[in-house]
């Protein structure tokens, strides 16, 4: 019941900034933890960044000084700033949602990984 729409990718110069968008629709009173995670061509998935329902935030080690995620509960939207962007950051941006929360959620709900189409980000040298 939770559905993932990501937006904001696009082709920047190394040095530039994006900001991806993640948007959340459905049962977003279920979800838990939101995350964004990227793929290169050749290369495994990889975490980016999480953030729980009280604003806890994660980072992979090597990103946490150029990105910063972010949450506006309003709009039920989740945010990747992207900055000081790399050549070696080009990947598709997927989005992902985890649920449920035991004390937000009511009533029975299967437990639920969730991720959006992806969003191409390519960073030129």
């Known amino acids: 019941q939770v559905h993932l729409v990501e937006s904001g990718g696009g082709l920047v110069q190394a040095g530039g900034s994006l900001r991806l968008s993640c948007a959340a629709s459905?049962?977003?009173?279920?979800?838990?933890?939101m995350g964004w995670y990227r793929q290169a061509p050749g290369k495994e998935r990889e975490l980016v960044a999480t953030?729980?329902?009280?604003?806890?935030?994660a980072y992979a080690d090597s990103l946490k000084d150029r990105f910063t995620i972010s949450r506006d509960n309003a709009k039920n939207t989740v945010y990747l700033q992207m900055n000081s962007l790399k050549p070696e950051d080009t990947a598709v941006y997927h989005c992902?949602?985890?649920?449920?929360?035991?004390?937000?959620?009511?009533?029975?709900?299967?437990?639920?990984?969730?991720w959006g189409q992806g969003t191409q980000v390519t960073v030129s040298s």
């Open positions: 459905g049962d977003t009173i279920c979800i838990s933890t």
């Open positions: 953030i729980d329902r009280y604003s806890a935030t």
């Open positions: 992902n949602a985890e649920g449920p929360d035991p004390y937000s959620c009511a009533g029975i709900m299967a437990p639920f990984n969730i």
